[in-house]
């Protein structure tokens, strides 16, 4: 029988992670089964639970892995202030998002599956999303983020339906025009109340 190596095991479960994280925001959670997840890893179905207690326990780990990856790649990227934040909109927003199941927010593609998921996974979702969020905030109020929190919590829920919806629509033209709108909206309500940021 052949050993490999501690280092060969942890490769092999991220490959899993990302290629389930991917296949779920493309397929849907339901719409993906472990034979389908192990043949996207290269792996078979047997070694599935080497690595995985169950499909529950790769979902909640993926979903922490691909909110994770939101926050470092979108938002700790993003410029200081006002500028990051209207850098994050644009972008979430855009038809090339809009268009990329596969490779877009996890939120956009997963959110109406995760509120039916296990309470574990619910919780990896809702500790991933306060670290995106917290990071909009700080661009927010710098001084202090805390107090925008809610806010940011509020923006995101706009720009998750907003590109839901125009993901839902067969008018392409309809669906453009929805995420311009979008940004208008989100940008409209980052200075709503006083607040400039």
Do not use: W
Not at 21 to 44: E, H, N, Y
């Amino acid at each position: 029988m052949v050993r490999y190596a501690k280092e060969h095991k942890q490769e092999t479960r991220r490959r899993i992670i990302e290629t389930a994280g991917r296949r779920f925001k493309q397929d849907g959670i339901d719409g993906s089964g472990v034979s389908t997840l192990m043949k996207d890893a290269g792996l078979t179905n047997g070694a599935f639970y080497a690595h995985f207690e169950s499909k529950d326990d790769l979902v909640t780990t993926a979903i922490a892995d691909q909110l994770k990856a939101q926050a470092e790649s979108v938002v700790a990227r993003a410029a200081p202030g006002r500028a990051g934040l209207e850098q994050i909109v644009r972008a979430y927003l855009s038809p090339q998002h809009r268009e990329s199941l596969g490779d877009g927010c996890p939120n956009a593609a997963l959110l109406d599956e995760i509120g039916r998921c296990t309470d574990a996974t619910r919780q990896a979702y809702t500790d991933g999303v306060l670290v995106l969020i917290d990071g909009i905030a700080a661009r927010m109020a710098p001084e202090a983020p805390s107090s925008a929190r809610v806010k940011a919590l509020s923006l995101l829920g706009l720009m998750v339906g907003t590109l839901q919806l125009s993901r839902a629509l067969t008018d392409v033209q309809l669906a453009h025009e929805l995420l311009d709108q979008g940004i208008d909206n989100v940008l409209a309500l980052l200075d709503a109340g006083g607040q400039r940021v």
